[in-house]
């Protein structure tokens, strides 16, 4: 899978996305170009963004924002979040292919968008 990391999202977390095999693009290696650029350019190199920030979501719910599949991790601490990436790889990767959006918040996963 292709992976578009946001900056907020950490480093660790791109770099075991990368050690898993997975082409990964890691936005905290360069300025912060704001968050429609950063969508854009994810949209564009069909990337799924990972992201803390709740932005992106409003940009996508309510400005329609085109996209390619998203992972939303807005509660969860640094401890948890490769563990919880791993469970959302596995049980809905498929999911993100199609461009779903994937919100964990609570420990609950909630999967949005495209369905089989």
Do not use: N
């Not at 996305?17 to 912060?32: I, K, P, Q, T, Y």
């Not at 509660?75 to 790889?89: F, G, K, Y």
């Amino acid at each position: 899978m292709k992976f578009l990391v946001d900056h907020c999202a950490g480093r660790r977390l791109a770099e075991w996305l990368r050690a898993e095999g997975h082409d990964v693009f890691d936005a905290g290696e360069e300025s912060d170009p704001g968050d429609r650029t950063l969508l854009e350019r994810a949209a564009a190199e069909g990337r799924i963004l990972v992201t803390l920030d709740r932005d992106f979501g409003r940009l996508v719910y309510v400005g329609g924002a085109v996209h390619a599949g998203m992972v939303r991790l807005p509660d969860v601490p640094v401890r948890d979040r490769l563990a919880l990436m791993a469970e959302v790889l596995q049980e809905h990767g498929e999911a993100l292919d199609r461009q779903a959006l994937v919100t964990v918040r609570g420990g609950r996963i909630r999967v949005t968008g495209p369905q089989p």
